[in-house]
């Protein structure tokens, strides 16, 4: 017997509702052309990092302290199990994910989260070996230290170089002593290698004086970091306090100044450390914004799907909802553009993905997952 036409409708049209809410997509202006924003998956708790699998599957943490898989149609995971316990207080929590460079050999996850402890908590790094949907081996690799009890900037950023070492972005936990330290973990940008031991040739390696993992120090929230494509640098954002948002190419042992120099001020209005901009022997950034943008998230973009954004790096913004596109001239910024600006949500992840896409995270109880491709003109 032939199935009726009304039924063949039905199943048609609930067949395009499983594939996932990822079809419907709404526009917007932008200098390059309309930004076509669908959602690929929502209802996370405050996302914030996200990576992608081998096979397409995307990996997104939630502040809380759930790590999701986020499959081809958009739709959840249960909770991953064997995710560390997380200090999910103020701004800790789970942070963010990297998929190991060589995963199909050694399937390691690596999550950065705020871990309790004695006196606090603390920015940490852990791995793990993804299997049948559970982390598995889980341990520790890195912990910054002291631990402190408070709830604020833990930065964290995790971004593989080209020789498979990680940086680990940081932040002040709002001390303004510490990172000015060389034997404290607070305001500084870790080098490691993917088990947690120390590179040979990173800047305090074999010092007493010093934290051998450190990168860089006097940094404040370092929330956006990625490799430049053709320099394998790496360049990173962080949060001023009111204004002084900065975009840095940390090099080894170089000091970025905070809180003794910075192009803010404290959120009463009054100056900072030494009230000074610059001082010898502290780097200033390659770009800057105040008022504060809060940047978090952090892409170059080198696909060949969307040729006009080929180049540019995306910065997402959590206080200005929005996403910052800029062009380079090497290190210099050269142009800005503000894209979303009319979406209203919170940008904490900026990622291309493996599509050529752009994929966004918003920072929101009921966060989303959001591809963001351009039509051209």
Same mark, same amino acid.
């Given at each position: ?30 200098? %390059? ?24 599957? %995307? ?15 958009? +739709? ?107 034997? %404290?973990?607070?305001? %500084? ?17 074999? $010092? ?11 940094? $404040? ?83 060949? +799907? ?72």
């Amino acid at each position: 017997m032939k199935t009726p036409l009304a039924v063949l409708l039905a199943a048609a049209i609930a067949g395009c509702g499983a594939r996932g809410p990822a079809e419907a997509a709404s526009q917007f202006p932008s200098e %390059k052309g309309t930004l076509e924003v669908s959602t690929v998956a929502e209802g996370l708790e405050h996302p914030w990092g996200l990576a992608f699998l081998p096979d397409g599957r %995307k990996l997104v943490t939630e502040r809380p302290g759930r790590l999701r898989i986020v499959d081809a149609d958009g +739709r959840l995971s249960e909770p991953v199990a064997g995710v560390p316990e997380v200090w999910a207080r103020g701004q800790g929590g789970l942070l963010d994910v990297a998929v190991d460079p060589d995963f199909d050999k050694a399937p390691w996850i690596y999550l950065s989260f705020a871990e309790p402890g004695d006196g606090g908590a603390g920015t940490a790094v852990a791995r793990g070996k993804l299997v049948d949907g559970a982390l598995q081996e889980v341990s520790v690799i890195f912990r910054q230290l002291p631990k402190l009890d408070a709830g604020q900037h833990f930065g964290s950023r995790l971004v593989f170089d080209r020789e498979g070492r990680l940086y680990v972005t940081s932040g002040d936990r709002g001390n303004w002593d510490n990172p000015q330290l060389l034997d %404290k973990g607070q305001g %500084k940008i870790f080098r490691i290698e993917r088990d947690g031991s120390i590179p040979a040739d990173n800047p305090y390696a074999g $010092r007493d004086d010093a934290i051998p993992a450190i990168w860089s120090y006097g940094h $404040r929230n370092v929330q956006g970091a990625a490799l430049h494509p053709q320099t394998g640098k790496l360049w990173q954002t962080e949060h001023g306090a009111r204004g002084g948002d900065e975009l840095n190419v940390p090099g080894p042992g170089k000091n970025y100044g905070w809180p003794v120099i910075t192009l803010g001020v404290n959120y009463s209005g009054a100056p900072i450390g030494s009230g000074k901009a610059e001082m010898a022997g502290m780097e200033q950034p390659i770009h800057h914004w105040t008022p504060s943008i809060a940047p978090s998230g952090l892409a170059f973009y080198t696909a060949d +799907r969307f040729p006009a954004w080929k180049g540019n790096l995306f910065v997402g913004a959590l206080a200005f909802q929005r996403v910052v596109r800029l062009e380079l001239d090497g290190e210099k910024v050269v142009h800005e553009e503000a894209l979303l600006t009319d979406l209203g949500e919170r940008i904490r992840d900026v990622r291309q993905g493996p599509d050529g896409y752009l994929y966004l995270l918003t920072d929101a109880p009921k966060g989303k997952l959001l591809r963001v491709g351009l039509v051209a003109k």
